[in-house]
């Protein structure tokens, strides 16, 4: 399978039933899980431990780490959408992403909710990651870009701007008046440097 195939695989699964505005619930594009999965089996990531998606959703992430051989686990702390994931065949967890549920080692995956309607909510999900992963691949709004290079830092961790997309997305929500509204995004690893 090549990194085109995924993408579109991906986007064939199914999104949000009932999105929460409160959780910042969106869906991941394929062509963003892609890229996060394609660089992490490129990079041999894959073939040892788990890979754990915080505020998974609807799996999306987890589903394109699956798909090219690697063990994953689906972390949200709302029930909805982590049945969508379980029935893709994934492993789910319902437990807060700001305090993960999983052993230290893991990697993570995560499209965290971009602090817009929860201030900060970003930060503190990468403090959850940096708790238990030495690795984690996330996606930010690119206009926080520095800070969230700063907050790495500050955790440890060594960014690597891995792409700049764009997210299109839908009038998912009451608040939401145009036809499709685009959300310019950061895609970082960020590598631990600790010991």
């Known amino acids: 399978m090549d990194k085109r195939k995924l993408a579109a695989m991906i986007d064939s699964l ?33 073939d040892a431990g788990w890979t754990a998606d915080l505020g998974c959703g609807t799996g999306r992430l987890a589903y394109a780490v699956s798909a090219l051989g690697g063990r994953a686990v689906c972390i949200d702390i709302d029930p909805d959408p982590l049945e969508v994931a379980r029935g893709l065949g994934l492993d789910v967890a319902l437990c807060d992403a700001r305090l993960p549920c999983v052993k230290k080692g893991v990697k993570i995956v995560m499209n965290p909710p971009f602090g817009v309607w929860r201030p900060h909510a970003d930060v503190e999900f990468l403090r959850g990651a940096s708790e238990v992963a030495d690795v984690i691949y996330t996606i930010h709004k690119y206009a926080t870009r520095e800070h969230i290079e700063k907050v790495a830092k500050t955790l440890g961790y060594d960014p690597l701007l891995l792409d700049v997309a764009v997210i299109t997305i839908p009038p998912m929500y009451r608040h939401h008046r145009k036809r499709a509204h685009k959300v310019e995004v950061a895609v970082f690893r960020l590598s631990s440097r600790r010991p």
């Open 14 to 46: 199914p999104g949000f039933s009932r999105p929460k505005l409160r959780l910042e619930q969106y869906t991941t594009p394929g062509d963003i899980a892609a890229t996060i999965a394609w660089t992490m089996y490129m990079r041999g990531e894959l």
